[in-house]
Nanobody, 126 residues
């Protein structure tokens, strides 16, 4: 069982930056692949980024490439999402999620992730 708690959301102007943090409970954090998703009002939850258990592999959705960076610190049971050059269309509730396997075929599918945090709101004003 893994419990995830996100923090770091807030209100920022377009072009600004935010750093989201997700802290996990448990002793086996490094075994989990960690993903970031977001959900805007009236829209489906969408994949943003993923990082492997070791941190050696990452993958981003096209809209995040070059602007967002996902990292993890397994000693601190933490995964971070650094978001730069934010745009109004980045406004959403951001969630971190955990899954047990790295699979290119399923990494973007929310239903492949077993554990979810409660989410943190990110609002980007124009």
């Amino acid at each position: 069982q893994v419990q995830l708690v996100e923090s770091g959301g807030g209100l920022v102007q377009a072009g600004g930056s935010l750093s989201l943090s997700c802290v996990a409970s448990g002793r086996t954090f490094s075994r989990y692949v960690m993903g970031w998703f977001r959900q805007a009002p009236g829209q489906e939850r969408e994949f943003v980024a993923i990082i492997s258990g070791s941190g050696g592999s990452t993958y981003y959705t096209d809209s995040a490439k070059g602007r967002f960076t996902v990292t993890r610190d397994n000693a601190k049971n933490t995964v971070l999402l650094q978001m730069n050059s934010l745009k109004p269309e980045d406004t959403a509730v951001y969630y971190c999620a955990a899954k047990s396997t790295w699979s290119r075929a399923t990494m973007t599918a929310p239903n492949e992730y077993a554990y979810w945090g409660q989410g943190t709101q990110v609002t980007v004003s124009s």
